[in-house]
């Protein structure tokens, strides 16, 4: 059953990412990473990370996919560019991911990655446990992470204001 | 009984690669922002398989923050391309190519 699922959900993500890629119409390429980020989402519930899931989907497919639409709306680049296949770009694309996939099969198959089933207590159920960490061990990352989406916010306001108009060189 | 390890990775290693495939393909400045996202949603789904098959929720607490970096990358990313749109007039990157003159 849960080989079943596992399976679907695999597919559907690889095929929608591999939509994102081909896909001519930038607005289909952002509908292809809403799927596989939903699929990805369902691929974390059979992992029991369902707060993660849950955040994913808030995110990811509800704030970033929903900006790349916005922002694509708001360009209104002519239909889509179809995408010109550059015989280097695309040979050293090719190249480098066949090494990529054979390096980390390497790994998979002959490693020591092998550990068995999965542990008992299921960490992603319980939201006690992830709160822990973040408020004593990792308290310093999520300052850091906090005062990066500070800078971040200020760097948005910064970059979409209209230049020129206040006495400085476009 | 559940997927193993190994196929969760290889599944992960394989998103991976096709948003790289995307990065080095692609011409257009928005879809390749959308394959450095779909990278980066590959390597959390490894991080959350590591995570669950070793009993440790320090994974898992590190997707959180690839989240937090992604959503400001997001931000800063798409607000650089809408400036770049208003003083190119393109966002083909074979078309950007000023610092190569």
Redesign the interface.
């Known amino acids: 059953m ?2 079943l699922a ?1 399976s679907c959900l ?1 597919v559907l ?2 095929g929608f ?2 939509g ?2 081909l896909s001519k119409n ?1 607005v289909n ?2 509908m292809c ?1 809403l799927l ?2 939903a699929a ?1 989402a369902g ?2 519930i ?4 369902y707060l ?1 899931a849950f ?2 989907v808030l ?2 497919a509800g ?2 996919v929903a ?2 639409l916005f ?2 709306m ?2 209104d ?1 002519q239909g889509g ?1 179809p ?4 015989a280097m ?2 040979l ?3 190249v ?2 066949v090494l ?2 054979a390096g ?2 390497m ?3 002959r490693g020591q ?3 068995g ?8 159920s319980n939201l006690k ?2 709160a822990y ?2 408020f004593t ?2 308290l310093l ?1 999520v300052q850091v ?1 906090g005062f ?2 500070l ?3 200020l ?2 306001i910064v ?2 204001r209209r230049t020129g108009e206040a006495g400085r060189p ?1 | ?11 992960s ?16 400045t ?2 390749i ?3 450095l ?2 990278m980066l ?1 590959a390597a ?2 490894a991080l ?2 590591f ?8 994974g ?2 590190f ?3 690839i ?10 990313g ?6 770049l ?1 208003r ?1 190119r007039h393109t ?2 990157v074979d078309r950007l190519n000023s610092l190569r003159r």
Not at chain 1, 83 to 86: E, L, T
Not at chain 2, 1 to 11: A, D, G, K, T
Not at chain 2, 67 to 76: G, K, N, P
């Open positions: 849960e080989h596992f695999s993500a690889l990412a591999l994102v890629v930038a390429g952002a990473l596989c980020l990805i691929l974390f059979l992992l029991h990370a993660l955040i994913l995110v990811y704030a970033v900006l790349f922002i694509v708001l360009l680049m560019q995408w010109r296949f550059r770009q695309a050293a694309g090719f480098a991911s990529l996939i980390l099969d790994i998979a198959v990655l092998a550990s089933p999965p542990a008992p207590g299921a960490v992603g446990l992830y960490p973040l061990t990792y990352p992470i990066l989406l800078v971040a916010m760097g948005v970059l979409s476009t | 009984m559940s997927p193993s390890l190994e196929s969760y990775v290889l599944l290693a394989a998103l991976f690669a096709v948003g790289f495939l995307g990065v080095l393909v692609r011409r257009n928005l879809v922002f959308m394959c996202e779909l949603v959390t789904l959350v398989a995570s669950r098959f070793n009993g440790t929720g320090d898992d607490v997707v959180f923050f989240l937090t970096v992604a959503a400001a990358e997001v931000a800063v798409l607000a650089i391309i809408v400036a749109f003083t966002i083909q």
